[in-house]
T-cell receptor, first 115, second 114 residues
C-alpha cells in the first residue's frame, strides 16, 4: 500500500523568510511521479511542479526549488523569500504513473506568510 | 485555453434530494477526473474517464454516485438521495494523455446538504 505523509500541518513565517515543506511517499513502486499543488484561499488548485522517481537532481525555478531523495522517499519543496501571496495550502500528490493516473493527495500544509 | 469549468459553483440541497454537477474540461484533453475534498483534507480521487470510457472508480464512490462522460466531452456527476456526509467540494480535473500528465483543476462545486 502507498502512503503519502505531510507531517507539517501549519507553517507561519514572516515575509522574505524561506519556507520548506516536507513530503514522504512510501511505496513499493520503483517508478512514480510526484506533484506539488497549491490551493490559495480562492480554492482552485494550482499546479507547481512535477518530478519523476528517476530524477534526484535538485532544481530551482524562480523562487521555488525542490529536493528529492529516493533513499528516504522524501520530496521537499522550498519557497525562497516568501511573499504574502504565497499564503495557501500546499499539497504533495504522488501518482504511480505507469497505468494509474489518479493523484493521491497528502493532507496538506497550510502556509501563512505575514507582512 | 479557457480552463476547466464547473457548474454550479455552489449547491445547497436537502437530505434525500438528487443533485447533478457538470464539468467542462479543456477541449483537447482526453482524460477527465473527479475528486472530492472535505474541509481540512486533501482531495480524494473518485473516478476518471479516458474519452467516454470510465476506467476507474474509487471505493468512495457508493452506489448513490454515478458519473458519465457522453461523447468524451463534458462530464456529469450525480448523487442520488444525498446525505449530510456528502457535503464537500467536488473537483474536476482534465489532462492530456501520456505518463502522469499534469492535471488542470476546475474551481469546484461546493455541495452543502442540510
Amino acid at each position: 500500500a502507498q502512503k503519502v505523509t505531510q507531517a507539517q500541518t501549519e507553517i507561519s513565517v514572516v515575509e522574505k523568510e524561506d519556507v520548506t515543506l516536507d513530503c514522504v511517499y512510501e511505496t513499493r513502486d520503483t517508478t512514480y511521479y510526484l506533484f506539488w499543488y497549491k490551493q490559495p484561499p480562492s480554492g482552485e488548485l494550482v499546479f507547481l511542479i512535477r518530478r519523476n522517481s528517476f530524477d534526484e537532481q535538485n532544481e530551482i525555478s524562480g523562487r521555488y526549488s525542490w529536493n528529492f531523495q529516493k533513499s528516504t522517499s522524501s520530496f521537499n519543496f522550498t519557497i525562497t523569500a516568501s511573499q504574502v501571496v504565497d499564503s495557501a495550502v500546499y499539497f504533495c500528490a504522488p501518482t504511480p504513473g505507469s497505468n494509474d493516473y489518479k493523484l493521491s493527495f497528502g493532507a496538506g500544509t497550510t502556509v501563512t506568510v505575514r507582512a | 485555453d479557457t480552463g476547466v469549468s464547473q457548474n454550479p459553483r455552489h449547491k445547497i440541497t436537502k437530505r434525500g434530494q438528487n443533485v447533478t454537477f457538470r464539468c467542462d474540461p479543456i477541449s483537447e484533453h482526453n482524460r477527465l477526473y473527479w475528486y472530492r475534498q472535505t474541509l481540512g483534507q486533501g482531495p480524494e480521487f473518485l473516478t476518471y474517464f479516458q474519452n467516454e470510457a470510465q476506467l476507474e472508480k474509487s471505493r468512495l464512490l457508493s452506489d448513490r454516485f454515478s458519473a458519465e462522460r457522453p461523447k468524451g466531452s463534458f462530464s456529469t456527476l450525480e448523487i442520488q438521495r444525498t446525505e449530510q456526509g456528502d457535503s464537500a467540494m467536488y473537483l474536476c480535473a482534465s489532462s492530456g494523455i501520456g505518463q502522469a500528465p499534469r492535471q488542470y483543476f476546475g474551481p469546484g462545486t461546493r455541495l452543502t446538504v442540510t
